[in-house]
């Protein structure tokens, strides 16, 4: 095999790459946008969950898949990202309104918390992660004038407009889902230059980062500020289909299976914490019609599976077999990631 | 996103087709959205389709199952004779699909939707627990979906025909629960005192209205209230606040039966034996006072509405005998002596007389049944309850009995 003998230069492959790749993402964005107008309201809320559990997901990948530091307190922020929207919810406040301050509050929260956390290494800062839905659930539930304790909250809001000729579970599909998208666009944004590189340094290895003049526990509290505003962010997104929020939603095992999803998608993978957030929504509809009420079974043996296999993840599994088979049609010394 | 090729488009189809493969379906199918109009989804010539979401892991995993499995028993009995014979002439089976929800009011809205879209239920019924109740509710009444025999002792449920008219309560409420120790107390006569420990909740916050109900304009006077959550791991330094007034009287208000059983041993080891009164659903002879080794405690009361099968008064009762066989049979996995086994046995059976009383074969036919049913217990509820549905502002079943455990067995007390 020699190189007059492949099909097209290298560039021109990469080339038609992206422009294939531009045209599965118009595909599917129109796919996105007529899908409610065609799927149940059950369908269009599973696919509302699957977007807002994508931002936390993500929001818990700029943390531990990019900054490496393991956390467990995702479900914290998303519970304070879910009561402050229920707050304005209930003083009648603009849902613009009720987004920014659980945006905002959870971000607090999250500068509070990392502030001492970020001095803990490893598996001291993953054990003090730990502490804040364990320390958290019973605050929530015994907090009962702003929480409404135990009961929960019901907390209805964004009812479709006139204007729309759209059903409630239709425009909170929209809703949530443009927000979202606009979230995984923000953080994008944010993890270029010398905070995404400051945080592979700090993933790396922090000796070695500090040494090279990284400070690294400025960039360690801005992950974790990041990962606990998009909790918080999710908290709010959830809240808009689901209309109901309780400390049984938030339990300790919402932060493991947030957790496992990020593995099984692929840590720092954008489209891992969508495929992630599916997995962690649809998979019990699929194991509860086999067995009902084992779905943390199922998460586990996935996990095992995705570990053993593609500790990458999904998305680097897939991204691993997608550049064999590309190489396999080209010579062996070009690359062609 | 797009440079990242291969892996990204792979990704992007993958999600997009098991989402679409996930929900099947159209919009507008049958039953999504109903008024009085579309007559009968979830009916067929020969099959109904009732839903249910229950606890069926997590830490009341064992109550959801009793519960599920209790209906379930039921049902095929109910089955295997023939089905259920209804106004149009029609005998149909009744098909029951439930789902888990591991007591999260999240999932719970989630199974609502799988029921009602996908599976296109008649009717919800047992769906189990307050807070998943509550969360369904708002959508059950705006869908025009019947909630009925919800497994929650709380009365929002039936309380307010006009605001949730689909939605419907079965059992005593824990009110008159607390209503019935109260009235126990205040007819001695004499001045006492009683300390309460609650839910730091609805579901406590009715167990002491209805205690002070009870015990209004009498001698009897309320000592001191602490409160637990139902995930806290002990009640240990509450039972001591509690101890310290060294009242009369101590109403467990608690719905937890590993706290039950440890309050009540606490306070015997600190040396206070009072009169004990426990929550109906957490005073099972073989789940909890025998465990807890609580038989020798002098004066222990709880109220109750139905036949426990593992209370040895009614080990020649039928209904008992059928409960606990087909139970056996159909759900061998469910623990016939949890409460909620026993209160969903009963919701079942009162389930099928309403629709076998149903005038026309329609959701509004199962609400107007259910409002029509009047009966004077009988089955697995004890003598004396009766079954009113036609009361706008109550549960179905009235009257409680307060009940004295003595030699093993848990005796009326007139």
């Avoid at chain 2, 307060?402 to 067995?409: A, P, Q, Y």
Wanted: aromatic residues 8%; proline residues 5%.
């Amino acid at each position: 095999m020699t190189l007059q003998d492949t099909a097209m230069h290298p560039l021109q492959r990469a080339g038609a790459t992206r422009v294939a790749g531009f045209v599965v993402a118009a595909v599917a964005t129109v796919v996105l946008v007529l899908l409610p107008l065609w799927a149940t309201p059950f369908m269009n809320l599973q696919i509302s969950l699957i977007a807002a559990y994508a931002v936390a997901i993500r929001g818990l990948g700029v943390l531990t898949g990019h900054a490496g530091q393991v956390s467990l307190a995702q479900s914290a922020f998303f519970g304070v990202g879910a009561y402050s929207a229920a707050y304005a919810v209930d003083h009648g406040w603009p849902a613009a309104v009720g987004l920014l301050l659980a945006v905002v509050v959870a971000s607090l929260a999250g500068v509070l918390i990392a502030i001492p956390a970020v001095r803990l290494r490893g598996f001291a800062f993953g054990i003090l992660t730990l502490a804040v839905p364990v320390v958290g659930v019973p605050l929530a539930n015994r907090l009962s004038g702003l929480t409404g304790g135990a009961q929960g909250k019901t907390a209805v809001s964004l009812p479709a407009p006139e204007w729309s000729g759209l059903a409630d579970d239709q425009w909170h599909y929209y809703v949530v889902v443009a927000i979202a998208a606009l979230i995984f666009l923000l953080v994008h944004n944010l993890l270029t230059g010398r905070l995404s590189r400051a945080l592979d340094l700090l993933r790396a290895n922090e000796t070695v980062a500090a040494a090279m003049g990284v400070p690294v526990q400025r960039y360690k509290v801005m992950a974790f500020t990041i990962s606990a505003a998009c909790g918080g962010a999710a908290g709010w997104l959830y809240l808009v289909p689901v209309q109901f929020i309780s400390p049984d939603s938030l339990q300790l095992t919402l932060s493991i299976s947030l957790l496992v999803a990020l593995v099984v998608g692929g840590v720092r993978s954008p489209t891992g914490a969508v495929v992630g957030a599916a997995f962690y929504v649809l998979l019990p509809n699929v194991t509860d019609k086999i067995t009902p009420g084992r779905s943390y079974l199922f998460f586990g043996i996935v996990l095992l599976i995705v570990l053993l296999f593609f500790p990458q993840g999904v998305t680097g599994g897939l991204r691993s077999l997608a550049g064999r088979l590309s190489r396999r049609r080209s010579e062996p010394t070009t690359a062609t990631e | 996103m797009p440079s990242r090729g291969t892996a990204t488009r792979i990704a992007f189809a993958v999600v997009a087709a098991s989402v679409l493969l996930a929900g099947c379906g159209g919009r507008g199918s049958t039953g999504s959205t109903s008024g009085s109009g579309s007559d009968a989804p979830g009916i067929t010539g020969d099959t109904i389709t009732i839903g249910s979401s229950y606890p069926l892991s997590g830490p009341l995993g064992a109550n959801g199952i009793a519960a599920k499995g209790a209906a379930v028993a039921y049902f095929d009995s109910v089955n295997a004779a023939g089905g259920v014979k209804m106004a149009d002439g029609k005998t149909r089976k009744i098909k029951f699909v439930f789902y888990d929800d591991g007591y999260d009011p999240a999932k719970a809205v989630q199974n609502y939707g799988k029921l009602v879209d996908s599976d296109h239920v008649f009717a919800l019924f047992q769906t189990f627990g307050t807070a998943p109740n509550l969360a369904i509710m708002k959508k059950a009444n705006a869908d025009k979906v019947p909630q009925v025999f919800v497994h929650a002792g709380d009365a929002l449920f039936s309380m307010d025909r006009t605001a949730n008219p689909w939605t419907m309560g079965w059992q005593p409420t824990y009110e008159s629960e607390g209503v019935a120790y109260g009235k126990s107390l205040a007819a001695q006569n004499k001045p006492m005192t009683v300390a309460v420990l609650r839910q730091a909740d609805t579901l406590g916050e009715v167990f002491l209205k209805g205690i002070q109900e009870g015990i209004a304009g009498s001698k009897v006077t309320i000592a001191k209230v602490a409160t637990y959550t139902p995930k806290d791991p002990t009640v240990d330094s509450q039972i001591s606040t509690l101890a310290a007034t060294k009242a009369d009287a101590l109403f467990m208000a608690v719905a937890i039966p590993p706290l039950m059983i440890s309050g009540i041993n606490h306070a015997a080891t600190l040396g206070w034996k009072p009169t004990v009164f426990m929550a109906s659903m957490s005073s099972s002879i073989s789940q909890v006072v025998e465990p807890g080794h609580l038989s020798s405690y002098p004066n222990l009361f709880t109220a109750s509405f139905v036949k426990a099968p593992d209370d040895p008064q009614w080990a020649n009762d039928q209904a008992v005998a059928d409960l606990k066989s087909q139970m056996q049979k159909s759900s061998p996995d469910a623990n016939p002596n949890i409460t909620n086994a026993q209160w969903g046995y009963g919701a079942a059976t009162s389930l099928v007389d309403a629709l076998k009383g149903m005038k026309t074969v329609s959701r509004q036919g199962l609400m107007d049944a259910i409002h029509a049913l009047k009966s004077d217990g009988g089955g697995i509820l004890l003598p004396g309850i009766t079954m009113d549905g036609s009361d706008s502002q109550s549960t179905p079943l009235h009257g409680i009995k307060v009940e004295r455990f003595t030699n093993g067995s848990w005796q009326i007390q007139k």
